[in-house]
Nanobody, 115 residues
């Protein structure tokens, strides 16, 4: 069955960095575009970043442009989110999502940015 397992979250000070990973299994990873979303307490889930099948095309929410970088390794069935210059407003649960006619979600990983 399809599984998406996020890791790499944690507590970080403002200005710090984290790299999230999402390990995929149960499907042909290289056939699907992938995305990262986040959901802060009391807010709707929002799209953070998108990456195409080959990784040749990416897009970002305006709030993270220039700070976050999405990438993928199709040989390792993994998508990453490098987050730099983190701000308190980046605090949220981060989810990876398999795009397509049927979307699948991971369980999420908590990112807390606080001093």
């Amino acid at each position: 069955q399809v599984q998406l397992v996020e890791s790499g979250g944690g507590l970080v000070q403002p200005g710090g960095s984290l790299r999230l990973s999402c390990a995929a299994s149960g499907f042909t990873f290289s056939n699907y575009a992938m995305s990262w979303y986040r959901q802060a307490p009391g807010k709707e889930r929002e799209l953070v970043a998108y990456i195409s099948i080959t990784g040749g095309r990416t897009s970002y929410a305006d709030s993270v442009k220039g700070r976050f970088t999405i990438s993928r390794d199709n040989a390792k069935n993994t998508v990453y989110l490098q987050m730099n210059s983190l701000k308190p407003e980046d605090t949220a649960v981060y989810y990876c999502r398999r795009n397509g006619n049927i979307a699948y979600w991971g369980q999420g990983t908590q990112v807390t940015v606080s001093s």
